[in-house]
Nanobody, 121 residues
Framework: QVQLVESGGGLVQAGGSLRLSCVAS????????MAWYRQGPGNPRDLVAS???????NYADSVKGRFTISRDNAKNTVYLQMNSLKPEDTAVYYC???????????????WGQGTQVTVSS
């Protein structure tokens, strides 16, 4: 079984910083894309940032210049460094990973349980 476990959420004042971590564990052959999504109250789940196994990065326009995604392939871990946080960044943040369990097998999409980030004004 494959699990994604997030950590690092919490309450922070506007202008502050938080660092989220997500560790993938279980029967894993390789991980393609690792990403962070977020979902605010009454909103759909939207992509925040993603990173491929080769290091290609993608960011939502709303977080460019403030958030940085990175990954440690040896540890099957993805990070999200969030700086200059704004109240509108308040949401549940979800880790996502496209994981291949067998060398030549298919890729499956996995989600973490989510971690709450609250930014006070």
């Amino acid at each position: 079984q494959v699990q994604l476990v997030e950590s690092g959420g919490g309450l922070v004042q506007a202008g502050g910083s938080l660092r989220l971590s997500c560790v993938a564990s279980g029967s894993i052959s390789s991980i393609n894309v690792m990403a962070w999504y977020r979902q605010g109250p009454g909103n759909p789940r939207d992509l925040v940032a993603s990173v491929t196994s080769s290091g290609n990065l993608n960011y939502a326009d709303s977080v460019k210049g403030r958030f940085t995604i990175s990954r440690d392939n040896a540890k099957n871990t993805v990070y999200l460094q969030m700086n200059s946080l704004k109240p509108e960044d308040t949401a549940v943040y979800y880790c996502n990973a496209q994981i291949r369990k067998l060398t030549w097998g298919p890729t499956f999409n996995y989600w973490g349980q989510g971690t709450q980030v609250t930014v006070s004004s």
